[in-house]
């Protein structure tokens, strides 16, 4: 699996749900969700293109590759667990819940990880 920055791991997640959400993706897309300037944006598709997670055309839509879906699916069930925990567990507002979750998916080791989402799956039966 292709290791890749913090940053890089919000695009392809984002890229992954407008994906599932609204069955195509847009570079604008991803720069409204993500509050970012559009030549951001570009820099981290070329990027995550050249990682072979997407495929991406400046003019066109953004495709993401197998290899995306599963990085990203990957991330995204990390942000669940975490969040999960935080608001069902903890306790803690969905708001700071997922804001927290969205810091701490990208350094929470996935042994911690895996124990997790145990002690959360066993707890909210």
Partial sequence: MVEISSSLED?????????LKEGKVRAVDVARKLK???????????????LGLITYGHYGTI???????????KIIKKHQTLSLFFEKILGVNHDLAESTACKTEHVISDEILEKLALFVEKNLK
């Fill in 11 to 19: 695009y392809i997640e984002t890229v992954y749900n407008i994906f």
């Fill in 36 to 50: 970012v300037s559009r030549a951001s944006v570009t820099e981290a598709l070329q990027k995550l293109e050249q």
């Fill in 63 to 73: 495709t993401i590759t197998d290899s995306g879906k599963d990085k990203a699916g």
